[in-house]
């Protein structure tokens, strides 16, 4: 029966133009993957794209300003996945990862300090969304009982993923970065009298008192 063929044939037609289509939007995500730098975040949602990179340290400015010199070859690692939250809610997951070079705050000297952390994104479509202490928002309630907590973030068609990685990597430098044991000893910053007790051994004394409370 010709008609039937006629339609299989349109059904063909279509499907061909969908395959090239994903293979269009394939060789986007490459693309940008090369770049990293931006994403169309709400279709990158969509979709339940991920994507994965790296990116040399010393592209990352606003994070190294104030920051000792860094190894030139370190680099950064990071990860997003497409999520959606308990009500919906267009999520990015977000993972980094790089070894930083800080200054230990003791001696001085230069502090090896690997640096892992992660971030659930939400999307939001207005300033008027971010964060608001005055409006009652249902996408936290629902995060809160995720065991999540979101961080609101405009997104666009042109979403910076850099930036994003960026500001998680700021966020995760310690504040008052210390060797555990400072090159050189007691010798080092101070009259050598001082001897805090590790915050690991304080941490064993709590656990050891918190348990014989439960006793
Ligand atoms: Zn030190």
Redesign the pocket.
């Known amino acids: 029966m010709p008609f039937v063929n006629a339609e299989k044939k349109t059904e063909a037609r279509g499907m061909k133009k969908a395959a090239e289509q994903r293979e269009f939007e394939t060789k986007a995500v490459e693309t940008q993957a090369d770049t990293m730098r931006y994403i169309d975040a709400f279709e990158f949602v969509r979709v339940g794209k991920s994507l994965e990179g790296s990116v040399p340290l010393a592209r990352f400015v606003r994070l190294l300003d104030g920051l000792p010199e860094q190894d030139p070859a370190a680099m950064v690692r990071w990860a997003a996945q497409a999520d959606r939250g308990p009500l919906g809610e267009e999520l990015i997951r977000l993972d980094v990862a790089t070894a930083l070079t800080l200054r230990?705050q003791?001696?001085l000297?230069p502090?090896a300090m690997p640096i892992e952390s992660g971030v659930v994104l939400q999307l939001v479509q207005t300033e008027a969304e971010l964060d608001n202490p005055d409006t009652f928002d249902m996408s936290e309630l629902a995060a809160e009982q995720a065991g999540e907590d979101y961080e609101k973030v405009l997104g666009s068609r042109k979403f910076d993923l850099q930036e994003q990685v960026e500001d998680e990597l700021i966020l995760s430098v310690p504040y008052v970065p210390?060797?555990e044991r400072?090159p050189g000893g007691e010798s080092e910053g101070g009259d050598g009298q001082e001897r805090k007790p590790s915050p690991f051994a304080a941490l064993a004394q709590l656990k050891s008192s918190s348990g014989d409370v439960g006793k």
């Open positions: 230990c003791r001696c000297g502090l210390r060797h400072c």
